[in-house]
C-alpha cells in the first residue's frame, strides 16, 4: 500500500504525534518521499527523523533505512541530536561498533550522554579497550563524566581483567564524588570480583550503607569465581536475614558454592525453593542446578534435570557431557553428545574436552582421534592444550605409552605439565620406567615441587625393586624442601559440611571415629587387604607407614559417616588432592564389607565405589 504525496505532505507537517500513531502500520519508504521532504524545512526534517528513530529502530534494517533517509534528505551527520540516536540505537541493537564510531567521529560537539553511549558499546563489545581511550580523549576535550561513565568503565576494565587500571578509576570515582552512588559501588564489586580479588569487593560491599539485590549477588559471584565456596554460603545467609529475595543469579552462584563443597543436602533445598518460586524454568539457574548434581556424583539426578528444560543451551549439554565422562559413564557421553549434534547443537572447545575425556576413559581409541581430527574442519575449534592432552590420556589409558610419547613430539604447543604428568602416571600403570624418568626430567624443568610426581616415580621404582632409587626420590624430596599439598576431604551430614585432615583428633565424636577406624584396619585385615606403603615418601618404620596410612583424610571423613548414617546409606566424599592408592584399594573393599555405596570427587574425577570394585577400572 502506498500513501499519495499530499496525504505525506500533511503527514510531516503534522507532527510528532501523527507520526508516531502511523509508524505502527507504515515502513518508512512508504511515506518518507522526496516529494514530501522538498516541502519542508531540515529543522522539521530533522525533528521527524528523530521521531522515526524513536519510533521504529527496533532492528538493524530499520535503523539503516532511517539512516540512509536522513542522509539522502540532507541531514548531516555532523548534527549531535541526530548522532546521539543513531549511535544509541546502533549499540542498543548490538551493531559493530565501527559503524558507531563512524558517526561519532562526524559529531563537533558530542554531548556527554554520547559519550558515555559510545564507552557503554565498546565495554559491551568483544574488545572493550577503546572504552578507556575514549575516556581519556573525553577528559582531554574537558568533558566531566557523570553517574553513568564509572559504571560503563568499570563493565570494561572487569572484562579486561586489569585491575590495575580498574583501581585508578576507583580513584577518579571517589574523588570526583561519585563513589558513594549504589550502582557505581555494585560496579566495583563486580570488577574487583571478576579480577579474582575477593576481599576488595567484600571491602567495597560492606562500605555500602545502602545494597541492592545485585550488590549481594555481585559480592557473592566474586567468592564463587574466586573457589571461596563457604564465603558464598555466609553472604546468602547475610542476605535471608535482611529479606533480601534471590533471583536466578543468586541461585547460580549459590549452587555453585555447593557443586564446590559436595553440600547435596543444601543444593536440594535450594531446588526445592527454586521449583516454588518458578526460578528452574531460568535457563541459568537450571544450568547450575545440573552442574550440581554432576559434580556430587548424582549423575541420574543431573539428567532428570536435563530432561526436564524447556530450553537448553550448549551449557546445559556440554554439563551433562562432561559430567557423564568424569563419572565413568562415557559411552553414554558420546550417546547424548551425538544427540546434541542431531538437534543441531554446536559444541564449544569445553564440549570437547568432554567428548575426549569419555573416549579415553571408555579406550575409544579410534573414535577419539575422530573427534579430534574433526575439531577444526567439522566444528570449528582449534585444537588446545587441554585437547591434547585428552589424547595423551587416551592414548596412555590404552597401554600406548610410546605412541603417547610420539604424539608429544608432534604439538604444535610446548607440553605442559600436565601432560607430562599424564605421561609418568601411564608409565607408572604400564611399567614404563625409561620413559618415566624422562617424563620427570621434564616435570623437574617445569614444577620442580610438586610432590605427587616424586610419590608416582617412587612407586614406579618400588615396583621394579628399586630400592636404592626410592630412596634417592625421597632424599631429593627432602633436600629441595617439597612438602606435600596438605589434602583434606569434605562430607556432608544433615545441615553441616565437615571437613577432615590427615590424622583429625578435632571432632567431638573423635574417640568414636578412631574406634570405627581400628574396627575397619580388622575388617579389611580379613579381606586380604595389604597396606600400599610405597605412598609414604617418609623416612619412617613400615609399621608407622601402615599406621600414616590409616589416618588419611578419606579414610576418616568415611569412619565419621559410617558412625551417623543408616546402613546402605551412600556416603559422598570430596577429596582436593587426587586419591592415593592404597587409600583407593581401601575404599573398594570397605564399600564391600559395609555394603555401602562411596562416592568419591578427587581433583580429576569420581570414583564410584560399590561391591568392591570402582568405576574408574583402578586407573585414574
Known sequence: MHLKPKFLHLLIRTGTTLVNTLLKHFSPPHYCTHQAIQSSSKPLILKQCIALLQACASSKHKLKQIHAFSIKHGVPLTNPDLGKHLIFFGVALSMPMSYAYKIFAQIQTPNIFTWNTMIRGYAES??????LD?????RVNSVEPDTHTYPFLLKAVAKMLDVKIGGKVHCVAIKNGYVSLVFVQNSLVHMYAACELAESAHKVFESMPVRNLVTWNSVMNGFALNGRPNEVLTIFREMSLEDVEPDGFTMVSLLCACAELGALALGRRVHVY????????????????LDLYAKCGRIGEAKTVFDEMKDRSVVSWTSLIVGLAVNGLGYEAIELFKE??????????????????ACSHCGMVAEGFNYFNEMTVKYGVVPKIEHYGCMVDLLGRAGKVREAYEFIQNMPMQPNAVIWRTVLGACSIHGHLGLAETARAKLLELEPKHCGDYVLLSNL?????????????????VKDGVRKTPGFSLVELRNGVYEFVMGDRSHPQDKEIYEMLREITKLLRLEGYVPHTANVLADIEEEEKETALTYHSEKIAIAFMLINTLPRTPITVIKNLRVCADCHLAIKLISKIFQREIIVRDRSRFHHFKKGSCSCRDYW
Not at 126 to 131: D, G, I, K, Q, Y
Not at 134 to 138: F, R
Not at 341 to 355: C, F, R, Y
Not at 463 to 477: F, G, I, L, T, Y
Open 274 to 289: 527454586m521449583f516454588k518460586v518458578g526460578l528452574t524454568e531460568n535457563l541459568h539457574a537450571g544450568n547450575a542446578l
Open 340 to 357: 546434541m549434534e542431531m538437534e543441531g547443537g554446536l559444541p564449544t572447545d569445553i564440549t570437547l574436552v568432554g567428548v575426549l575425556y
Open 461 to 477: 621404582y618400588a615396583s621394579e625393586r628399586r630400592w636404592m632409587d626410592v630412596h634417592q626420590v625421597r632424599a631429593k624430596m
Open 126 to 131: 568483544e574488545n572493550p579497550r577503546p572504552a
Open 134 to 138: 575514549l575516556y581519556a580523549h573525553m
